[in-house]
């Protein structure tokens, strides 16, 4: 374990997401998979630990609409006569402070909660929201990924399927409406871009969008391909997302700083263009992996987006396994 893990982890609010690049930096060097197998069951307990302790801040938006920061991916709450509705779940044992943060919006119980995918660091507080009584709507591959013992390839890490009540009881397969306090939420399937169970979260009226991990605001995202994500399905979903909003929307990403807009959008858009393009070139040329690693194709970018535990090195690996 590095002495700076602890630091991003209170920087930045660990994830799931984070767990391979962590392992990566942990051991100075790309780890077998063993290796990075029992780095990684010790980051599930750190990031659990964290979690526990980190304070939930809440962002206050427009139309009773927030965003809390501080439990794994950025909570988009809207409160109202019909009940609470949640976008994520953020990670279980930030139950108190998550009660803590829900009840200084308004006494209204949580009647609704979405995942915008299956990861445990948006999905692992499901249970305890639906014992609340949250009805949980997601994706129909979400519910698949939480009902079954789910590996991921990158870190050679089980993740064990939520007990019954965490388990989605409402899927759709493209598009789904709801009509809740007086807005409209629409949520809508991207194909595959960051999992294969990825949804975007819009209340139309107020013009937000929550886009799940298809979007991290200022770091290099992680990218899931054992669950069927890969480099062009992130840049798929960025065209989408930036077709779908406008320069007024207010557009919550999974990661980084929780309240974002198009224009930055746009530049994580075009960095992930212009990086996918920098790893196909050198792939082409016949370069391994390691050898793209080298050449530095992300250089011009890591300065900006570089700074998290999904380093330069984890990132151009991510991107050279889909081109
Ligand atoms: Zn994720």
């Known amino acids: 374990m590095t002495s700076s893990l602890p630091h991003l982890?209170?920087?930045?609010?660990?994830?799931?997401?984070?767990?391979?690049?962590?392992?990566?930096?942990?051991?100075?060097?790309?780890?077998?998979?063993?290796?990075?197998?029992?780095?990684?069951?010790?980051?599930?307990?750190?990031?659990?630990?964290?979690?526990?302790?980190?304070?939930?801040?809440?962002?206050?938006?427009?139309?009773?609409?927030?965003?809390?920061?501080?439990?794994?991916?950025?909570?988009?709450?809207?409160?109202?006569?019909?009940?609470?509705?949640?976008?994520?779940?953020?990670?279980?044992v930030s139950r108190p402070q998550i009660t803590r943060a829900l009840a200084e919006l308004g006494a209204e119980p949580v009647t609704h909660l979405v995942n915008t995918h299956w990861h445990f660091d948006h999905a692992d507080g499901n249970e305890w929201l639906h014992s609340a009584g949250a009805k949980i709507i997601a994706q129909k591959n979400t519910r698949k990924h939480l009902s079954e013992i789910q590996r991921v390839e990158d870190w050679d890490y089980n993740f064990l399927p939520l007990q019954s009540g965490g388990i989605p009881g409402e899927v759709f397969a493209v598009e789904h409406g709801l009509k809740l306090n007086g807005l409209s939420i629409g949520l809508k399937y991207y194909g595959p871009a960051h999992t294969d169970s990825d949804i975007s979260a819009t209340f139309a009226e107020a013009n937000i969008v929550h886009v799940g991990d298809t979007y991290w605001n200022g770091i290099y995202p992680f990218i899931d391909y054992s669950t069927g994500g890969s480099i062009d399905g992130m840049i798929a979903a960025s065209d989408a997302n930036l077709a779908a909003t406008t320069n007024d929307t207010v557009i919550i990403p999974g990661h980084g700083r929780p309240v974002s807009n198009k224009a930055e959008l746009k530049e994580f858009r075009d960095m992930l263009v212009a990086i996918r393009e920098n790893v196909a070139k050198l792939k082409k040329q016949g370069r391994s992996r390691d050898e793209t690693v080298a050449a530095k194709p992300t250089a011009a970018f890591d300065a900006k987006w570089g700074q998290f535990v999904i380093d330069p090195g984890y990132f151009t690996r991510l991107v050279y396994e889909g081109v």
């Open 9 to 92: 982890l209170s920087r930045r609010h660990f994830c799931l997401c984070c767990l391979g690049g962590a392992a990566f930096a942990a051991g100075n060097g790309w780890l077998t998979p063993r290796q990075a197998f029992a780095e990684a069951r010790g980051i599930v307990s750190l990031i659990k630990d964290s979690a526990a302790t980190s304070p939930i801040v809440t962002h206050k938006l427009r139309n009773n609409i927030s965003v809390f920061e501080g439990s794994g991916g950025n909570i988009a709450v809207l409160n109202g006569g019909d009940g609470k509705v949640l976008i994520d779940a953020g990670i279980g």
